[in-house]
Each structure stands twice: as structure tokens, then as C-alpha cells.
């Protein structure tokens, strides 16, 4: 409250009730784009029931499955995955549960190369989601999965071991998918790629790799009843409200940060949500991310002294899983026993407090968003809660926050270069430029 006066904060919360207004009575821009608001009330426990029999029948007897996808076709699950895995459940015996890996969000071709090499000596499956089902990424490793899975198992059996998540009935994948008789699962037209998390695009990848998608899909429905108040009780309401004030007052920067270790492409999702939805007209929070206690030792400080333009967003995580003391050591010779006996997570608690007193005495703002612990109820509640503010915040900064036309100019650019027919003239003026 240094940072900001009560009547600007006043004034960001009115604004931000207002956009909650907008956006439950589907009145402003990206309208058409509003499925995710319901997602959470709309999935059925028979739809809940028939992705985690899909995910049995996937990964009976096989040992990895393959997750291909980018930007929104990738995050939600592999952030959740992460959040709620082993830390590591790549090395460990004896696994209940396949380990997910991911293709396709990047272009590298040792890493391709890698991952067939591990393919080549394990029983796998694969998941490929594409909503246009034309994204390039996605449908190069997808064509390069798929040719190795009908090498090593035939083309019909490779059928059983690849399920499509897609657009109902456009697009590229939807029609190879039907003509290669594929399982399929279809993404709403109404919900756009950041905000897919809670439909088969995150939720089939999730129960793959073994985790509670209902006690996911009930944290956020339960979120979503909270976010759906029209009072200054909403935490997504004021979530907005703050940041759009700190915004006003020059603070550009938001930097997610977490204090635990899993929760690493949780601030991924997030980047990408508030980046892509945010980001336009020349406007918008810049959204970063940091991971505590480890970037405190690059970071920390440029954070504590570095330029005042910036704020931070702690999620904040009560209880551990585990249970680990500092024992205590006879000799002491490295001087550790003041903590001997304190859990790990009171020191990591220590750090997080101590943190903040520096970092709002050096002027950077922190907004603190606390969960009890890291299960899927919690970051089903996360997900929402950071979706609804999102849409809330954007209405707020007077953009669309459902559409991403600037992730097009990229596109364009590499077609042209790789030769793609009908970008002739875009090469011919790539050229004019670089002459
Ligand atoms: O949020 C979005 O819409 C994007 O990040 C998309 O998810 C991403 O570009 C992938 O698109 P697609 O699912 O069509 O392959």
C-alpha cells in the first residue's frame, strides 16, 4: 500500500468490477471466445471418466508417452505435470505411470533426434494437440513420431498408440486424424489455446501421467465460484485492480515468482496467458518469472537495485509434501547448527519473508497469492483464478485479451523462407528489405 494510494486503488477495483461485468455478460471484445469461463461447472463426471479410461487404454504397457503441442497446446500440461510430479520421475524404478515427454514445442533438431533415440528403446505412445491442427512446431514432430511409430509397431497397431486433440472438424490434424482412424478429442471453438488447460488439452496429458484431473477440474469450479463474485471479496477482481494500478504508476514488470522448485512452467503458463493476452497496441505488463531461492544468486540483484520499474507476484505455497530436518552435526565446522532441527521449508519460509521485507524496502511492490500446498485441487484453483483475472485485467487495459494476431508475423516470415507456396510476395518484399 506504499506503492499505491487507496483512492487509485479504489478507483483500478471499480474499473475492475466493471470488466468482471463485461466479461460475465460476454459484452466486450473476444466475446466469442469465452468457453473457458464455464469449463470448469461444464465437464461432466462422465467426460471426466472417459479421458482417464482414454489415458488407461493409451498407455497400457508403455513406458513413455509423447505430449506434442506449443504455446497453449503445451503449457497447461506440462505445467501441471510438473507441479505434481516427482521431482525425478524420469530416473525412478519401477513407475506406475508412464513418463510424459514433450515434442514439438520447439524446432531443435538434436532434440528430436534425442528423443527418437529414446523412442527407439522404450514402448511409447503419443498425444498430439493442435486447435488449428496446422501449427508448424507440432505438426513437424508429429510427422516425425508418427513415421517412427509405424516403423517400429506397423502402421495399425502405431493407430492405437496415437490419440489427436483438435478442433472439432477443422483443420489439418482433425482431417489426417479421421483418415488414420486415430482417437480423438475435440477443443472447444469457443475456448483459445492459453485458456485450454481445463479441457482434453490439458486434462488428457494430466491423467496420463497418473494425477487427480477431477480434483483438478473441482479446484477450479470451486475457484470459479469465488471469481465469479461481483464484490471486492473476488481475489481475481483485486488481483487485476492492483497490478493495473502499479501499471499506471510506471511498474511495466511483473515477475512471477516461487519459492519452489516444481513450479517452474507453472510461471511458463502464466508468461504465456498474461503475455499473449495482454500484449497488444503497444500496451501491457511485461511478464517475467524467477524461481527462488536459485535466481536470488543472479537476479536478486538487479531486483533489489537494478531500475524501480518492475513488481513482483510471490505464489506462495504453505505446507510442504515431504518432511526433511537440518540434523544436528557434533563438529559443526560448517557452522549450521543455529537451524539443526528446522524443517527445510521453514528456512525456505525464511528466505520468502526475508525476501519480501528487502525487495519492498529497495521499492519493488510485491503482491502475495498464497495456496495451502501443491496438489491438483490447489493448482486447479491456481489455473482459474490467474485465467479470470487475466480476462478481467485486459478488459481493464482496453484490449482483446482472446486473440494473438501479432504470434502471425513470425509465420509469415518463415514460410516465405522456407519456400512455402503462395508466400511469393512476402519473400519478394523480405528481399527488398534486406537489399
Ligand atoms: O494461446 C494460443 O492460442 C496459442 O498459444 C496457441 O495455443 C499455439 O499457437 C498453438 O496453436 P495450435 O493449438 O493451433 O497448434
Known amino acids: 500500500m506504499s506503492f499505491i494510494s487507496a483512492a487509485e486503488l479504489e478507483a483500478q477495483q471499480e474499473k475492475a468490477l466493471k470488466a468482471l461485468d463485461t466479461l460475465d455478460s460476454k459484452s466486450g471484445k473476444g ?42 497446446s503445451y503449457l497447461g500440461a506440462k505445467s501441471v505435470i510438473e507441479a505434481l510430479s516427482h521431482s525425478f520421475a524420469a530416473l525412478l524404478p519401477n513407475r506406475r505411470h508412464p513418463l510424459v515427454l514433450f515434442a514439438g514445442q520447439n524446432i531443435g533438431e538434436d532434440y528430436l533426434c534425442e528423443l527418437l533415440e529414446v523412442l527407439n528403446a522404450k514402448s511409447s505412445a503419443c498425444i498430439v ?30 493407430k492405437n498408440r496415437i490419440a489427436a486433440i483438435t478442433d472439432q472438424s477443422h483443420g489439418a490434424l ?34 496420463v501421467a497418473g494425477f487427480d484431473i477431477a480434483a483438478l477440474v473441482g479446484g477450479a469450479a470451486d475457484m470459479a465460484k469465488i471469481t465469479a463474485e461481483k464484490s471486492l ?57 524467477v524461481d527462488f531461492t536459485s535466481d536470488l544468486h543472479s537476479m536478486g540483484q538487479y531486483l533489489q537495485e537494478g531500475e524501480r520499474g518492475l513488481f513482483e507476484t510471490v505464489l506462495s ?44 524496502d529497495g521499492g519493488v511492490p510485491v503482491i502475495r497469492i498464497g495456496i495451502p500446498q501443491l496438489d491438483a485441487y490447489a493448482i486447479g484453483g491456481l489455473l482459474y483464478f490467474f485465467e479470470k483475472a487475466c480476462g478481467v485485467s485486459g478488459y481493464m487495459l482496453g484490449v482483446n485479451p482472446f486473440d494473438q494476431p501479432g504470434v502471425e508475423a513470425y509465420k509469415k516470415n518463415m514460410f516465405a523462407l522456407l519456400g512455402k507456396p503462395g508466400y511469393e510476395e512476402v519473400l519478394s518484399r523480405q528481399c527488398g528489405q534486406s537489399m
Open 31 to 72: 466475446n466469442d471466445f469465452l468457453g473457458w469461463i464455464h469449463l470448469p461447472d461444464a465437464i461432466t463426471p462422465m467426460e471426466i471418466l472417459a479421458l482417464q479410461t482414454a489415458a488407461k487404454k493409451l498407455t497400457d504397457g508403455v513406458e513413455i508417452v509423447v505430449v506434442i503441442g506449443i504455446g497453449g
Open 129 to 158: 494437440i493442435s486447435k488449428s491442427g496446422t501449427t508448424t512446431e507440432p505438426a513437424i514432430a508429429f510427422r516425425i513420431i508418427k513415421k517412427h511409430m509405424e516403423e517400429k509397431y506397423g502402421k495399425a497397431a502405431a
Open 174 to 207: 482433425r482431417t489426417l486424424a479421421a483418415q488414420e482412424g486415430y482417437s480423438t478429442f475435440a477443443i472447444p471453438g469457443d475456448v483459445g489455446g492459453r485458456f485450454s488447460v481445463l479441457t482434453p488439452v490439458g486434462l488428457l496429458p494430466v491423467a
Open 233 to 289: 471479496n473476488n481475489p481475481a477482481v483485486n488481483y487485476a485492480a492492483i497490478r493495473n494500478a502499479l501499471y499506471n504508476k510506471g511498474k511495466k514488470i511483473e515477475i512471477l515468482v516461487n519459492y519452489h522448485p516444481k513450479m517452474h512452467y507453472f510461471t511458463e503458463w502464466w508468461k504465456q496467458l498474461y503475455g499473449e493476452s495482454e500484449g497488444k497496441e503497444h500496451k501491457g505488463i511485461f511478464p517475467a518469472g
Open 317 to 360: 505455497i504453505g505446507n510442504e509434501n515431504s518432511h526433511l530436518e537440518i540434523p544436528f552435526d557434533e563438529q559443526d565446522l560448517d557452522q549450521l547448527n543455529f537451524i539443526a532441527g528446522k524443517r527445510i521449508s521453514e528456512c525456505n519460509k525464511m528466505a520468502e519473508l526475508g525476501t519480501l521485507l528487502a525487495h519492498v
